[in-house]
């Protein structure tokens, strides 16, 4: 197939669409957030932060049955395998729901184990409890969606994932006014109603295979679907992020509880805050996808000119991008805080600490396009190292800036992502000149 020019107009006609879906994806918590905040309870607000942070730890750990999914999906599309197509999904959904269902199994030593590892205590850990607890019931649904996710994001599915999201976003927004609102039920029924959002958003995503695979969806697959060579390729295939990946969950669950530290109001006050933080890099993260193929394209045909120009292109979309998100945060944060959050305290902190929340887009740009510059390179040990090392130099500048209080906190956290982009950019150079020498090679 021949390669789509090189072009601002082509890049952005690419991106949008992953944005798009992305901005459905943080809105989850945003919602969240919001139902709980309104009710001015800002134990009930540190609790869903807590809790969120904690499942996000568990459930995105797993996050590799979603980048597995994609490129094995794709490879087998591209070889025109519609059995091995068809088999992905079965192994992905059946991988997920296993390990959900694990997951589920052990929430009686995860939950107070988890719990303990944070400076919480008392009622902050009985509204996080409760949060877990809930959000637990979704756990099989929970991971079986982001191989459906993969799955179809890997045939270039891309506004059936939409749907997805879509599907589950509204379904959890109505849940949580009814559960919260409704019946009072706090920080409980907020995971109540994300977790079954979940199983209705794998209800939706199966339904949406059906569709695409037709009366054949079954046909074949009892030879191919426990194939352990398969299998043991799902797994290999992102070991390497899956490290990387926990890693950097590990440094925002510690960031989380460096806000613990200080109490339930900063707490609260931090939770409210990285609803933007989120926004802005799951915004931003379409131009890192874009990266990924385009990465991948120029780097699949020894082109290191083409892979520059990608580079620079997607860079500089990017870089507005974040520009635009920092002058928004700072123009506008203070107004969606207060419609945020109506505990004053928690307001009051929250605009406080803004001016660190609207330079996280800027000072994230560069993190987030060399993580889609190696996804698509395939470079996982890079990634792995960077992630580790990441999350090593932040902690250990988060025990440093511990005289500054909530500051320092916030201080250390940009930082981070000077480390992320620092520890990539140095492996840069070495993904460049080795694409330099394929060109050369006879």
């Given at each position: 197939?021949?390669?789509?020019?090189?072009?601002?107009?082509?890049?952005?006609?690419?991106?949008w669409p992953i944005m798009l879906g992305q901005v459905t994806v943080p809105l989850v918590g945003m919602v969240d957030t919001v139902v709980i905040g309104r009710t001015g309870d800002a134990v009930a607000l540190a609790g869903v932060?807590?809790?969120?942070?904690?499942?996000?730890?568990?459930?995105?750990?797993?996050?590799?049955?979603?980048?597995?999914?994609?490129?094995?999906?794709?490879?087998?599309?591209?070889?025109?395998?519609?059995?091995?197509?068809?088999?992905?999904?079965?192994?992905?959904?059946?991988?997920?729901?296993?390990?959900?269902?694990?997951?589920?199994?052990?929430?009686?030593?995860?939950?107070?184990?988890?719990?303990?590892?944070?400076?919480?205590?008392?009622?902050?850990?009985?509204?996080?409890?409760g949060y877990i607890t809930a959000r637990f019931l979704g756990a099989p649904a929970s991971l079986a969606v982001f191989a459906v996710n993969g799955w179809l994001l890997g045939l270039g599915r891309t506004r059936s994932a939409l749907?997805?999201?879509?599907?589950?976003?509204?379904?959890?927004?109505?849940?949580?006014?009814?559960?919260?609102?409704?019946?009072?039920?706090?920080?409980?029924?907020?995971?109540?109603?994300?977790?079954?959002?979940?199983?209705?958003?794998l209800g939706t995503g199966i339904a949406i295979a059906a569709r695409i695979l037709g009366p054949r969806a079954i046909s074949g697959l009892r030879a191919r679907l426990f194939d352990l060579a398969a299998l043991k390729r799902l797994?290999?295939?992102?070991?390497?992020?899956?490290?990387?990946?926990?890693?950097?969950?590990?440094?925002?669950?510690?960031?989380?509880?460096?806000?613990?530290?200080?109490?339930?109001?900063?707490?609260?006050?931090?939770?409210?805050?990285?609803?933007?933080?989120?926004?802005?890099?799951?915004?931003?993260?379409?131009?890192?996808?874009?990266?990924?193929?385009?990465?991948?394209?120029?780097?699949?045909?020894?082109?290191?000119?083409?892979?520059?120009?990608?580079?620079?292109?997607?860079?500089?979309?990017?870089?507005?991008?974040?520009?635009?998100?920092?002058?928004?945060?700072?123009?506008?944060?203070?107004?969606?805080?207060?419609?945020?959050?109506?505990?004053?305290?928690?307001?009051?902190?929250?605009?406080?600490?803004?001016?660190?929340?609207?330079?996280?887009?800027?000072?994230?740009?560069?993190?987030?396009?060399?993580?889609?510059?190696?996804?698509?390179?395939?470079?996982?040990?890079?990634?792995?190292?960077?992630?580790?090392?990441?999350?090593?130099?932040?902690?250990?500048?988060?025990?440093?800036?511990?005289?500054?209080?909530?500051?320092?906190?916030?201080?250390?956290?940009?930082?981070?992502?000077?480390?992320?982009?620092?520890?990539?950019?140095?492996?840069?150079?070495?993904?460049?000149?080795?694409?330099?020498?394929?060109?050369?090679?006879?």
């Amino acid at each position: 197939m021949t390669p789509v020019m090189l072009s601002r107009r082509s890049i952005f006609a690419q991106a949008w669409p992953i944005m798009l879906g992305q901005v459905t994806v943080p809105l989850v918590g945003m919602v969240d957030t919001v139902v709980i905040g309104r009710t001015g309870d800002a134990v009930a607000l540190a609790g869903v932060a807590l809790g969120a942070t904690i499942i996000n730890f568990l459930f995105w750990s797993f996050g590799f049955l979603r980048m597995g999914m994609t490129g094995l999906t794709a490879q087998a599309q591209g070889a025109d395998d519609d059995t091995e197509v068809r088999a992905m999904l079965a192994r992905g959904l059946l991988l997920g729901l296993g390990l959900g269902i694990l997951l589920f199994a052990l929430q009686w030593v995860l939950v107070p184990l988890t719990l303990g590892l944070f400076a919480g205590g008392g009622e902050l850990d009985a509204a996080a409890g409760g949060y877990i607890t809930a959000r637990f019931l979704g756990a099989p649904a929970s991971l079986a969606v982001f191989a459906v996710n993969g799955w179809l994001l890997g045939l270039g599915r891309t506004r059936s994932a939409l749907l997805l999201q879509i599907v589950m976003n509204c379904c959890n927004g109505i849940l949580d006014i009814w559960f919260v609102w409704g019946f009072d039920m706090g920080a409980e029924g907020v995971g109540l109603g994300t977790a079954i959002a979940e199983w209705v958003a794998l209800g939706t995503g199966i339904a949406i295979a059906a569709r695409i695979l037709g009366p054949r969806a079954i046909s074949g697959l009892r030879a191919r679907l426990f194939d352990l060579a398969a299998l043991k390729r799902l797994f290999a295939v992102n070991a390497d992020i899956m490290i990387r990946t926990v890693s950097l969950l590990l440094l925002f669950a510690w960031f989380a509880n460096a806000g613990a530290r200080l109490g339930t109001e900063t707490l609260a006050a931090n939770q409210v805050l990285m609803q933007f933080v989120s926004i802005a890099a799951f915004v931003l993260d379409g131009f890192a996808f874009t990266a990924e193929s385009r990465v991948g394209n120029a780097i699949g045909r020894g082109q290191a000119e083409e892979l520059k120009r990608a580079i620079r292109l997607i860079g500089e979309f990017s870089l507005a991008a974040g520009l635009f998100f920092a002058l928004a945060t700072g123009i506008a944060g203070s107004w969606l805080i207060g419609l945020i959050a109506t505990d004053p305290q928690v307001r009051a902190l929250a605009r406080d600490f803004l001016p660190y929340t609207a330079l996280v887009p800027l000072i994230g740009v560069p993190a987030w396009l060399l993580d889609g510059i190696f996804i698509g390179a395939t470079r996982g040990k890079a990634l792995r190292n960077a992630g580790v090392v990441t999350t090593l130099l932040y902690i250990a500048t988060d025990f440093a800036l511990r005289p500054f209080g909530a500051h320092g906190i916030w201080i250390a956290f940009l930082i981070s992502y000077a480390y992320r982009a620092g520890t990539l950019g140095v492996a840069l150079p070495g993904l460049m000149r080795g694409i330099a020498e394929q060109r050369a090679s006879p």
